[in-house]
């Protein structure tokens, strides 16, 4: 019971205290270590902090995907997100390209790139497709192989 009564007080603590909210200007960015300690990075309550992000399936966010022509005639997507996790998030994409018949280009450019999302971060990335032919795309994601 008092585990139960302990934990249920340190996940109300985080979400209380997470809603207190510092100023923040985008244009100026201080990193952990020059800025002041919150949960999420104070050496006694990260690992709490932490293990309630995980339990609370803290993750990636997909803000924005915006498709363009680019002046070269090729299409050019670009993929915006935020990383909601108190750890940094590392995965891998990969973009398969497709004609206007559904079929897929063969390309070299179609591997497994490897991105990081910093803690609490948006984050965005481009691909260019790699003939003027592809109309279509699909981009699949994976957690980054250890």
Not at 39 to 44: K, Q
Request: proline share 2%; hydrophobic share 40%.
């Amino acid at each position: 019971m008092k585990k139960c009564f302990l934990l249920l007080f340190f996940a109300a603590s985080i979400v209380i205290l997470n809603g207190c909210k510092e100023y923040e200007d985008k244009r100026v960015s201080l990193d952990t270590g020059v800025k002041s300690d919150n949960l999420a990075n104070n050496t006694l309550t990260r690992p709490v902090y932490g293990a309630f992000s995980l339990l609370a399936g803290h993750g990636i966010d997909l803000k924005d995907v915006k498709v363009v022509t680019n002046d070269a005639g090729f299409m050019e997507i670009q993929v915006t997100g935020y990383n909601r996790a108190v750890y940094t998030k590392l995965f891998d994409y990969k973009v398969d390209w497709f004609d206007k018949n559904g079929l897929a280009v063969d390309a070299k450019a179609s591997v497994w790139t490897h991105i990081s999302a910093k803690s609490r971060t948006n984050f965005s990335f481009k691909a260019v497709a790699p003939t003027k032919d592809v109309v279509d795309f699909k981009m699949n994601t994976r957690k980054t192989p250890e």
